[in-house]
């Protein structure tokens, strides 16, 4: 396949937890997928259900602040699995079935760092996420200052090392 060439020519254009997740994917069989499939199907069919009653799901954002970053992690990132499944957790349902979302700022923690959360609507209500959004930051509930611990220029600065 081209993915099969491409990645065997030159992975190195992947990042290593990219390279690792693309590795394990590669050892999936298609009983696998239509397994994946089935549950994803399962799970649309749930949130269709909740849809009937709600216009918008209202979340964390992630389900922990910002990690510290780790010195050194700059030219190829870092992978924490154990972290990432803690700060994807609220992510993964829209994600896994495909509904749209929008996050939305929520103040910060006792650190100063951001915390936001996120809305959800149903296939195609994306107008619904963008008034609420829009209401919430008219209401100023959605305004916040640039956070103490800000690292956007340190991390710019890395990135461009």
Known sequence: SDYDSHYTQDSSQFLPDNEALLGI??????????????????????????FQDVDVIALPTTGMTAPAISKGCGRFGETNARQGSVIMRFAFPANFVGLPT?????????LGLPIGFQLIAWHWREHLLLRVANELEAAGLSEQARPQAYFGDEIRGILNA
């Open 25 to 50: 994917t590669r050892q999936l069989s298609s009983l696998d997928l239509f397994a994946a499939m089935k549950v994803r199907a399962w799970a649309l069919r749930e949130l269709e259900r909740v």
């Open 102 to 110: 929008i996050t939305i700022p929520a103040g910060v923690d006792t």
